[in-house]
């Protein structure tokens, strides 16, 4: 939870609503370079100790809700190893920052995961840091937007996939000796899954994948005493957007929900929270949307 959340704040106006300054960056962009900021919970967070002792690893976490996630790992107790690109470094000194204030371990390990040697190594570091890993959290991705297939180039497709589904595999194979009792695995759908937008069509496709890989996986592990839940967030106010969307239209990116607005990666983050404690201990092979009012199947 947030200090804004237990306020009871209305939602709809809890943060900026569109339409906001046009921008766009070159992908995959960086946090630092939007405005209005992303909120990732720097200021509102507060930990009650749930993943206290964990060892924790989270792809994507230089930004957006893999930063959030990150540091709300943290405070919650979790040392954290993350993910992030070469051109995301300063983006990633932000997040490993805010962990260590926390006063958790914050290991930051730059890297393609399209490469299964690199996902391996992903591995290897963390259990050469923590000795083992109790929460993966599968949460990096790539998006570009096109006008429809035709438009869609065969390089393209396969990094979207390799990027989003091989690398989720890698990881989950790799990481799985290294995983006990009471782990858990936390893989990042999107609505997309279930409302696909042609314009990210082999996007939306990687999403539907993710969801159907973690339902088919839980139903391997969850005897085994180890938890494979997705969560499935609508539109989220990250560097992603102007760094891949047409750029007429970030300034009205996420009004279109029932809130108006798109979510904040702080009002994310919870939700891997809730999955990765033991609070959520009866579920396995969920989906948990976070939509702003979105409808999901």
Request: with cysteine; aromatic share 8%; hydrophobic share 35%.
């Amino acid at each position: 939870m947030t200090e804004d959340q237990h306020e009871q704040r209305n939602p709809v106006e809890q943060y900026p609503k569109p339409e906001y300054p046009k921008q766009e960056q070159q992908p995959p962009g960086l946090e630092s370079e939007m405005e209005p900021r992303p909120d990732y919970g720097e200021a509102t967070y507060r930990g009650y100790g749930r993943l206290e002792g964990k060892a924790t690893v989270v792809t994507g976490g230089d930004s957006g809700i893999g930063r959030a996630v990150a540091l709300a790992f943290a405070r919650e107790g979790a040392d954290v190893l993350f993910t992030y690109l070469d051109e995301e470094e300063s983006d990633a000194r932000e997040t490993a920052r805010v962990v260590e204030e926390a006063g958790k371990r914050a290991v930051a390990v730059p890297g393609d995961i399209r490469e299964e040697e690199h996902c391996q190594k992903i591995v290897r570091r963390a259990t050469d840091e923590f000795g083992r890993i109790d929460v993966l959290v599968n949460n990096a991705a790539y998006q570009m937007s096109a006008s429809g297939i035709r438009e869609i180039s065969s390089e393209q497709f396969d990094r979207t996939f390799r990027t989003n589904i091989y690398a989720m595999f890698y990881l989950c194979k790799a990481a799985l000796p290294h995983m006990r009792e009471g782990s858990v695995i936390i893989n990042t759908s999107s609505i997309e899954a279930y409302q696909p937008k042609p314009i990210l069509i082999d996007y939306a496709a990687t999403k539907g994948a993710i969801v159907t890989f973690s339902k088919g996986l839980a139903q391997e592990l969850t005897a085994e005493g180890i938890r494979v839940n997705v969560v499935a967030p609508g539109p989220v106010w990250t560097p992603l957007i102007p760094a891949t969307m047409p750029t007429e239209g970030v300034p009205t990116f996420g009004g279109s929900k029932p809130v108006g607005r798109p979510a904040q990666p702080a009002e994310v983050a919870p939700a891997y929270v809730f999955l990765a404690s033991q609070e959520s201990s009866y579920m396995s092979g969920e989906v948990v949307g976070v939509t702003g009012g979105g409808l999901m199947p």
